[in-house]
């Protein structure tokens, strides 16, 4: 199996991280950026869709260029580095994939083509409050006359405020519909506040609020959901990649270059062991999610793929944890304050492990599975 990039790969590699690195070259820019909404630089955005790297996953006929999973995961990756808060992954990977997955041929066409280009931003609404992360959505469709309405709340609903078309998951009989709601509909309220990390969610409540199906209507599209979301999760992974790789280059030359009684950090053995376990935690993390992308590169069975999914959201969580809470501790004081970085990837961290299912869930389902392993025999 080949883990290295080919000369178009690395190309794009190294256009994105270029582009990032001038949009958010400090972490005071990168704050700057996500005090005002919408918590992210519309001209960063564009720049990325100018670049192609908005409808890579796309297929040609829709709009897109008709790449796979691992040039999505280059550009998951250099976000992560410098933790860009341009909603890549929640627009493209998700949004976008749900469309690419249940989409008839004039929505995918329409709505996929505006998304690579930069000009409509879609975000996904399926989290409600206090539901964790049931896939049983409590916001229910009803047909309509010719049409289809939608009642509940959506919350969070990443990027929600400022999208331009929002992709709703909703009951209807014998599933789970997806329907196409825009933002100035009838019925519907939007409520926008900032995350912990420096993103933004909304409340969105749908009262009788007209809506599209994407798709066949009163589909069940359970299936493309599951799909696409553990396709996000693997993206997600790759930007914790990223994010954990920037907290361990910094923290290691912080043990570099200050100095306590006289000598640089790294000359006490006990701190630069614990530098080397980031690195072993890093290098799980990016084993168990380059393979999970690989699982996807494939085409293998959608719940293998979900199954990978799980299990690289699982190692991501610990090594996430381990990798932002050891950076801020080696940092010493500074790595508590505002306007020092480690503190900002640490959050981002944490957010990306809640996201599509933290540690604990994923953990919890892939127990479910154990008796369709087979056993390690111990050795005689």
Known sequence: MDFTLDSEQIALRDAVRGLLGKAYDSSETRRQVTKTDPGWDEKTWQRLAEMGALGLPFAEED????????????????????????????????????????????QRAEIIGALAEGTLVPAFAHTEPAARYSEKPTVT???????????????????????????????????????LVKPDADGLTRTSYATFDGGRAAHIAFASTPATPLGEPGADQSAAI???????????GHEALGAMATALETTTAYLKTRKQFGVPL??????????ADMYVSLELARSTVTWATLVLLDGAAAEDVIEAASRAKLQVSKAGRHIGQEAIQLHGG?????????GHYTSRLTAIDHLLGDGRHHLS?????????????PLP
Not at 334 to 342: D, L, N, P
Not at 365 to 377: W, Y
């Open 63 to 106: 709009g897109g260029f008709g790449a796979g999973p691992v040039e999505v995961s280059i550009v998951a990756e250099e976000i992560g580095r410098v933790i860009a808060p341009e909603p890549y992954v929640e627009a493209v990977v998700l949004a976008g994939g749900l469309v690419a997955a249940a989409g008839t041929a004039e």
């Open 141 to 179: 469709a009803a047909a309509s006359g010719d049409g289809w309405t939608l009642t509940g709340v959506k919350e969070p609903v990443l990027g929600g405020a400022r999208a331009d078309l929002l992709i709703v998951s909703a009951a209807v009989e014998g599933g789970t519909g997806l329907f």
């Open 226 to 236: 599951a799909s696409v979301i553990a396709a996000a999760q693997i993206a997600y």
């Open 266 to 275: 790294m000359t006490f053995q006990a701190l630069t062991f614990r530098a």
């Open 334 to 342: 500074i790595g508590m304050t505002a306007e020092y970085s480690v």
């Open 365 to 377: 389902a892939l127990s479910t599975s154990l008796d369709d392993h087979g056993v390690v025999e």
